[in-house]
């Protein structure tokens, strides 16, 4: 008998009229802007009972995927120790357990100290994240953050490991946490619009209501972050935002002392700084794209000796310094690079990595005083693993592998650098992997993207994503313009009035795809989260035809009217990386693209969006205002689902468990809209 499926929701329509650089948009689904309006939660909650309808008849499917993801997790399991100071840290996993404990032993025999149990902290909340988390330089207190919201606003607690206690109030709001010595704790505050703008000062054993404001950024467009260096001798301030940046300092030994000025704030100049012996080691874009390293005497930062020059062919994106060593992050041709050298730059040598397309990044490395270099190392088949390289002889030890406990044999797959032609003739590197008994009969493909902020997708390996290739997928991740793959210019390339390129890039990435018979129209999906949901839901207005399935997760797709409000999370920190409407030269752009409104009568793929209710980065109803839209001018028959996690934010579930459900539901979705049931 055929089950009858509901109706799909219908939003009220309640036309606001926005009137800018003589358009006239009407917007007529402002109103689920409201989380308070009971309305507004009775719609998402319809949204997600009519997903669970449609998607029922797919329920066997998706507890088969949960249970193969979740057999490729070790429940049971730890993390490799990192020496800090007499300490080893750690985080262990129990089996069946949501969340980590995190652990301690003196030395690497010394018996385990539990210092939090996050399974505990999280009885009683839906949500349960751990932000901050540093022990004093003493090691004879903790300073913790939890979020049980998703809002990735942390509550700061200060612990007692001696006793177990905690000690003074929790302080609310915070995001960055740094100690000076075992009784300063310096911490920074974000304001209503979400942005990280104060620093205080803290000393343990008094009331936070007493904590003492050290700085305030009263630019709207700048963020503050704080760090301490890894020599232990200063405290970083760093005032950021798209357009240029400011450090401030101050030495640990003096925490009450004045916070310095490195250099002044100047447009589109930025710096970053670390710190070694008397000087300051200092990464900027000042004259060099790319960027450059120099450094200059703490007493007198102006007078700069230029360590690495600008390269037109290499990115420097980071940079660490040791005792005897100075360690520099570059990208060449899309892959990163570490460059290894005595800490005034000269006898440079760089690590080997063993597959021609890979990911590295840097791992916890605490101690200053070292030979070790800790990093974090994977490919599109190679589960990541944890590699100590030892910076003075030159050799790679693998401490530990991922462990695939229901089995695993990399040799069935293989991975590959594509390269494709963009409309206007740039070459735009796409990294896939696929079984090596796959045909290439224009079968199933999933393509991944996100293009924004400089933020550039490695190809790294991820166990769920088994669950596809198994099932004969090509899987596929575009290096569009926006991230920094490729140097500065990639991302410079792909913003602001630049933006357009990132979604052509996206396009041209599927129509090779299609061209050299990876996969066709009718069996490709697509799916991108945050930005990359705004990429999604670009590129489905600009070709629909070109793909059978979409999932766009908490999709940014109100950019005019979010950029119209700078009382919003995040609006004004982000006139500098979209446009601002008031701008009419940016404004056009965005007109050009924006997806709420560009929405237009036809017909269009499957389409998935996700949303977290208490979500600061992209809020709910960008997702919620868009598939309202897209049912009032969709003419086919396609799925069209929204779903909203009414417990979390912008990061979905925080279990390690219940994220797998998350996932187990957008395969299933994916595979039932490309007709595979299996």
Partial sequence: MRVELPQPPVADRKPVVIRIQGDEIVDEFAWLENRDDPAVIAYLEAEN???????????????????????????????????????????RTESGAEYPLMCRTEGDEGPEEVLLDLNALAVGH??????????????????????????IIFTLYIKDLTTGDLIDAPIERVDNVAWADEQTLFYTVYDEAHRPYRLYRHVVGTSPADDVLVYEETDERFNVSLRRSRSGAYLFLTCYSHGGTEVRYVPTATPFAEWRVIYPRRPKIEYFVDHHGDRFYIRTNDGAENFRLVSAPVDHPTDVVEILPERADTLIDGVTCFADYLVVYERRAGLRQIRISDPDGNNPRYVSFPEPVYTCTPDANKEFVTDQLRLSYSSLVTPPSIVAYDMRRGTWQVLKQEEIPSGYDPSLYVSERLWVSAPDGVQVPMSIVYRRDRPRNGGPCLLVGYGAYGYSYDPAFDSKRLSLLDRGFVVAIAHIRGGQELGRQWYEQGRMLHKPNTFSDFIACAEHLINEGYTSPSHLAISGRSAGGLLMSAVVNARPDLFQAVVAGVPFTNVIIAMLKPDLPLTATEWEQWGNPAIEEEYRVMRSYDPYLNLKPGAYPHILATAGLHDLQVPYWDPAKWVAKLRTVKTNDTMLLLRTNLQAG?????GRFARLEEFAWEYAFILTALGIHA
């Fill in 126 to 151: 839906a949500f349960c994240r751990l932000g901050p988390y540093e022990p004093s330089p003493d090691h004879r207190r903790l300073a913790y953050g939890i979020d049980t919201t998703g809002a």
């Fill in 650 to 654: 912008h990061s979905g579930h925080s």
């Fill in 49 to 91: 009972a009519y997903a669970e309808a449609v998607m029922a008849p797919a329920a066997a499917l998706r507890e088969r995927l949960y249970h193969e993801m979740r057999g490729r997790i070790k429940e049971d399991d730890r993390s490799v120790p990192v020496p800090h100071g007499r300490y080893r840290y750690y985080s």
